[in-house]
């Protein structure tokens, strides 16, 4: 049985806190990062709510990103790599059970302000 995308975009979007954690340690300007980080966060929340086929979401995926027209090439970028991650969860058992144990990692407790004794960075 083929994992729903909804599925799997629903636990992806747990997994973006390591993402925000690695993002506010850097000390470099991480606008990008951030615009980049909320388009994904709102792909893949419109994805648990449309709920796509598996055999349609790569079909989906080109509806939202043209919906955006000429200007999307983000979007388009970001489609790509949230409809690999979702083939990988598909194929790779170990990814998909990180996946579904809430994608812990060290750089998402220290998103939280975990990572060190007292939350302090």
Same mark, same amino acid.
């Given at each position: 049985?083929?994992?729903? /995308?909804? *599925?799997? &975009? ?9 993402? *925000? @954690? ?31 086929? /598996? ?8 509806? *939202? ?5 000429? @200007?999307? @090439? ?26 579904? &144990? ?11 302000? *975990? ?7």
């Amino acid at each position: 049985m083929r994992a729903r /995308p909804a *599925e799997v &975009c629903r636990e992806l979007l747990a997994a973006l806190t390591a993402s *925000e @954690g690695r993002r506010a340690r850097r000390k470099r300007d991480t606008t990008p990062d951030a615009i980049g980080l909320a388009m994904k966060r709102e792909l893949l929340e419109r994805a648990v709510v449309a709920d796509p086929e /598996p055999e349609g979401f790569e079909g989906w995926l080109c509806r *939202e990103c043209d919906a955006v027209g000429a @200007g999307g @090439g983000g979007l388009r970028a970001i489609a790509l790599v949230v409809f690999e991650e979702w083939r990988l969860a598909e194929e790779a058992k170990e990814f998909r059970e990180w996946l579904a &144990c809430g994608a812990p990692s060290e750089d998402a407790a220290a998103g939280r302000g *975990e990572g060190r004794p007292g939350g302090a960075e």
